[in-house]
């Protein structure tokens, strides 16, 4: 049996997220609902965002007067919204304990399944990728999505042995990257661990999908609205880092696009703190995902939304 799903920095989050009764709250990543939950016992209203089909199971008994679950991506927020301002955005990214534990995801390198990694039900799976892409494809995925050094060594493994047999199971990729990597030689994380990220980040688009995301929420959020985004690791991090501090005026360069300085466009967020909060030393203890967890807020000012870059 699978441990219950625990939200990270749930304590964190809503603090600085500080729903209060009769507001609307977006919960861009509902997964098993524990933000959600937490967000409704204030009386706050909640529309949540998933692009996995199954999460629908756990939004039963959810009161329908104040809550509605949307199947789609959280870049739509925007789109779904219709117009209307939201008082808080919270998004939880990352691949939830839930995916991990179900085997026919394909998400985890410890038990055995489909290679599929799709956190939605449509588009091309880590199978399709990994049995069609070329080397060069291959290895530049795995370096900057999954930071994984040895890339090109993994990207020529994987061709090898595709050419004598496609890969379909995710203890078989595993195993080829492991032997590819020299074995685990007291290693303290299993060796296909970054491959498995690159291909997961690379088969769900997720960074392309961070950022449309963050745009979604400057333009939902009304003044005064709080963004909270909890992320697991540095590839999510600079991004979300990147954003808030360009959009609070921080960031020293600018393009023409978007300039930064005199006579360019007022700040539209202000940090509410400086740098990420990270988890608590006694959750970190009991919950192994919120070890790398960091949590960055800020709250939506009056200006107008950023024109975006070309």
């Not at 195993?175 to 291909?199: C, D, K, W």
């Not at 880092?241 to 696009?257: C, I």
């Not at 967020?269 to 608590?280: Q, V, Y």
Request: aromatic letters at 6%.
């Amino acid at each position: 049996m699978s441990a219950p799903h625990v939200p990270v920095m749930l304590s964190e989050v809503l603090a600085r997220l500080a729903p209060a009764p009769g507001e609307l709250i977006i919960d861009g990543t509902f997964g098993a609902g524990g933000y959600t939950r937490a967000i409704l016992e204030t009386g706050a209203k909640v529309v949540a965002f998933d692009r996995d089909p199954r999460v629908k199971i756990h939004a039963e008994g959810l009161p329908a007067d104040r809550f509605r679950l949307v199947e789609a991506r959280f870049s739509e927020m925007a789109t779904e919204l219709g117009g209307a301002a939201a008082d808080g955005v919270a998004l939880d990214l990352g691949v939830s304990s839930m995916q991990f534990d179900e085997a026919d995801r394909g998400f985890s390198l410890m038990r055995d399944g489909p290679l599929d990694m799709r956190m939605g039900a449509d588009g091309p799976t880590a199978a399709d990728l990994v049995n069609t892409a070329e080397a060069e494809e291959l290895a530049r995925i795995l370096f900057f999505y999954g930071e994984e050094r040895e890339s090109r060594r993994v990207a020529r493994a994987i061709i090898r042995r595709r050419e004598q047999a496609l890969f379909e199971r995710t203890l078989d990729l595993a195993e080829v990257v492991e032997r590819a990597l020299g074995g685990r030689r007291g290693a303290r994380i299993h060796p296909a661990t970054r491959t498995f990220q690159g291909l997961r980040i690379a088969v769900n688009e997720e960074l392309s999908e961070l950022e449309a995301g963050l745009t979604a929420a400057e333009r939902v959020l009304k003044a005064g609205g709080r963004l909270c985004v909890v992320t697991f690791h540095s590839l999510e991090d600079r991004i979300v880092k990147a954003f808030l501090g360009e959009r609070a005026g921080r960031t020293p360069g600018g393009s023409r696009h978007a300039p930064v300085g005199p006579g360019g466009p007022p700040p539209s967020f202000r940090l509410m703190f400086n740098g990420a909060e990270a988890a608590s030393d006694a959750e970190a203890a009991v919950n192994p995902r919120a070890r790398s967890a960091k949590l960055r807020a800020a709250i939506r000012t009056d200006a107008p939304v950023w024109r975006a870059a070309a």
